[in-house]
């Protein structure tokens, strides 16, 4: 069972916010002209842990992510519980009400790799043993460059 973790004054762009005069962005359009144009699901900085902890809470640090046409932004470190003995998997989730815009991001423990769905991106592993964190492992794309052939570019 998954176990989420609530971060603190997290920003998501698009959202469903108002963007000024009593009018609002179609959030939805938004979203899926910016995952037509842009490389989707990648970390712009941030979303690490270190490599080890001595209990069973580690934070991940602050971060930027751009996934599914959003682009969130963490500026604080959120501290995560994995359970002992055990791998673990951290996902950065896109919360959605119940319209389906998105209205917070969270960090989701879970005990398989695989995303419950596309509004989860797949950050990092995490193995503990007799209370302690024995080491984490960075699963996530970094960067927005694609390579074609032996040419590099970046998406807009």
Avoid: C
Avoid at 5 to 16: A, G, H, W, Y
Avoid at 21 to 50: C, H, K
Avoid at 65 to 82: D, H, K, Q, R, S
Avoid at 88 to 106: A, C, H, P, W
């Amino acid at each position: 069972m998954a176990t989420e973790f609530s971060m603190v004054d997290e920003i998501v762009f698009p959202s469903r916010n108002n963007v000024g005069g009593g009018r609002r962005w179609t959030e939805l359009q938004i979203t899926d002209w910016l995952a037509g144009a842009l490389v989707n699901r990648y970390v712009v900085s941030g979303f690490t842990l270190p490599a080890t902890d001595p209990d069973l809470n580690i934070d991940m640090s602050d971060g930027v992510a751009y996934f599914e046409g959003y682009l969130t932004t963490a500026p604080n470190a959120t501290t995560i519980t994995v359970p002992d003995d055990s791998t673990s998997f951290v996902f950065l989730k896109l919360n959605r009400d119940g319209s389906s815009l998105v209205d917070e991001t969270k960090l989701v423990v879970d005990n398989t790799p695989v995303p419950i769905d596309d509004d989860h991106l797949l950050l990092a592993e995490i193995i503990s043993a007799a209370g302690v964190i024995t080491s984490t492992k960075d699963l996530v794309q970094r960067s927005n460059i694609n390579e074609v052939g032996d040419t590099a570019y970046a998406a807009l």
